[in-house]
């Protein structure tokens, strides 16, 4: 399911995919659990009435999915994980 490799001799690599939205990521991550057989996650909302990506990375976490949801001030691109990065893209329209 995860292109990410377990064979002996290989070293296991970050990978990252952009997705247009926030929507995106919470059905991506309830897909990868319900393929290994996990509960999907419930929506948590924080503070700023967003989802709480902490809550949805430490429910992948507990169910050894290697994915980590890297948004706002969620996740860190500077750990050691090694696995599949989920970020949303943002695109940002100037007006001339």
Excluded at 63 to 90: M, T, W
């Amino acid at each position: 399911m995860l292109p990410i490799s377990n064979k002996r001799g290989q070293k296991k690599k970050t990978t990252a995919i952009l997705l247009p939205n926030k929507e995106l990521i919470i059905e991506f991550a309830n897909w990868a659990l319900l393929e290994k057989g996990a509960p999907a996650w419930s929506l948590h909302l924080d503070s700023f009435n967003s989802p709480h990506f902490d809550n949805l990375n430490s429910h992948l976490r507990l169910h050894k999915i290697p994915l980590e949801i890297v948004q706002n001030s969620y996740g860190d691109l500077g750990n050691a994980f090694r696995g599949i990065r989920l970020l949303c893209k943002h695109i940002i329209v100037q007006k001339d």
